[in-house]
């Protein structure tokens, strides 16, 4: 057993790190490390047998770390656009991978094998798409909260059918086998929604108390462990369901941050077997003999799905950048394509082992190529909106400048943008604010205050805004493409003085070199200030304080930031008073 496990984690850690340097998901790493695993390279036995029950284990925390992490307010933030659109894209591929696989060589299996095998596709990977949208930042963007918000559509749909699988498939009449498990589902929901969580939330308090963090670990496993034994043994429904369940109630508790943090790192142990495991039984030369079925579904999985996407996100209006960007993202199959195979080839006998081999190497292949590719999707929105191809008429207006008011646009109204527009407002200089979100914008109409819905990297909303005439453009929200947007009022007004808001430095030092004027680092701010305290606490003068700070600048940002170590405060864009 721990020949086993050395092999495999070790072979996991390497390829994950590879895979990782390649920036691709470490998943690739992980499901290449299984394939090498099995082997016989090493002389040493691998025990499939042991690594799938140490992945099933992973299974139950993955789902509970899902649970613990799902909050039904990021889909509702985004179920107008979400929850349509998640549907007709888990009905579209779920209907083309059960006509391929019935047309393509299994037909011998029957339809319903074919909609098992569709359903097994439909649903895309949240890990990939959480680490995809990251790698990109665009996570924390309206692309990224409504791809979350697709996601948790589909993590819906993956849990109540790892619920219904025992119900379809126990051999009873459906009918009464499925009222039945309703019944126990609704017993099992109550019993941990009342008494159940409120014994949760006393023992985790009891045990924090304690201040033993082995022990407060301890008790959160044994919540998703047990928990998950328990709906399976008492109440026969998956285990997985129970977990999901646990992570749920744990996660509304006050000690969600403290589960996170202390049982989920066990979790990633113990799913980096899982996916070692569905390595483990993966046959490449069964892709080269189904060679019709693996190409239809990766075309199916890595195009018809984003295809899809778009087309539900342009009949609902949304613009070609937001439907391009959350399509791009979806196009890929992971975690619950295996889990569901796994479950329905290996339990129910539903789906050929060959057709879970093949959903094993497209999984592969999409979530390499998306990792790959997803960072192109912005460029080449960027030229179809150059063509005009996807751009949307400039919603609202704002009046042109006035002849003695310098105007300056604030790109997002966050706290950062709001109280800068307040006091830039009080030295009578004309603000407009372009704004993503809606409900900003038409507070801001209702206050009188000029400010137009759209991406600020368009040129025909920087246009509108007047950013011809403007004096300067103030790039406040952090995640915002400053880069893009930089270059487009650039293009527009080369004169315009360019400010931007950054977390990292290294960010800051990309675009003081690709010409914006002054960018402020969230990091280097903050060590600035907390810099200048500490000197001030201790004694230092005020021009100890100064140029100490002003040294800390050219320590961080080198010759880049030269021309604005001269002095500690930026160069002003407002007129003279």
Known sequence: MIATLAIALTLALLLGMLAQRLRLSPLVGYLVAGMLAAQPWSGTAIDEQMVAEFSHIGVILLLFGVGLQFHFKDLLAVQKVAVPGSLFCMTLITSLGMLAFYLLGMGEHGWLNGLMYGLCICVSSTVVLTRVLT?????????GHTALGWLVCEDIFTIVLLVLLPAVFSGQALAPALGMMALKLVLLIALMSLPGRSLITKTLTAISRSGSGELFTLAVLVCALGIAVVSSAVFNASMEFGAF??????????????????????????????????????????????????????????????????????????????AAMVGGSLSQIGEFSFILATLIAGTYKMLPAEAANVIT??????????????????????RLEARGIGQRPVEGSVPPPGELRDRI????????????????????????????????????????????????????????????????????????????????????NPDIYVMAHTTYIRNAVELRRSGVQEVYSGEAEVAFAMLSRVLRVHGATEEQVNLTRQGARRQFFGELKAQATASDEPKSVLPQQ
């Open 361 to 382: 190497g497209v999984a592969i292949c999409t979530i390499v190529l998306n990792a790959a590719l997803y960072r192109f999707v912005p460029s080449i929105v960027n």
């Open 245 to 322: 369940l646990s992570g749920m109630i744990v996660g509304q508790s006050r000690f969600a941050s403290r589960a996170a943090s202390d049982a989920l790192p066990m979790r990633d142990a113990f799913a980096v077997l899982f996916f070692v495991s569905v390595g483990l039984g993966f046959k490449p030369a069964g892709m080269l003999e189904h060679w019709a079925l693996a190409l239809a579904t990766f075309f199916i999985c890595f195009s018809m799905k984003p295809l899809g996407a778009c087309f539900v996100m342009h009949l609902q209006g949304k613009p070609l950048r937001l």
């Open 135 to 143: 790698d990109n930042k665009v996570f924390h963007t309206p692309a």
């Open 409 to 492: 646009i604030l790109v997002g109204y966050g706290p950062t943008g709001e109280l800068l527009g307040t006091h830039l407002r009080r030295f009578n200089i004309d603000v407009v604010v372009v704004e993503m979100n809606i409900d900003t914008v038409n507070r801001l109409a209702k206050a009188g205050i000029p400010a137009l819905l759209g991406d600020a990297r368009r040129r025909a909303i920087l246009s509108a805004a007047g950013v011809e005439k403007a004096v300067g453009i103030i790039i406040t929200a952090p995640a915002a493409p400053a880069l893009q947007i930089s270059e487009a009022a650039k293009a527009l």
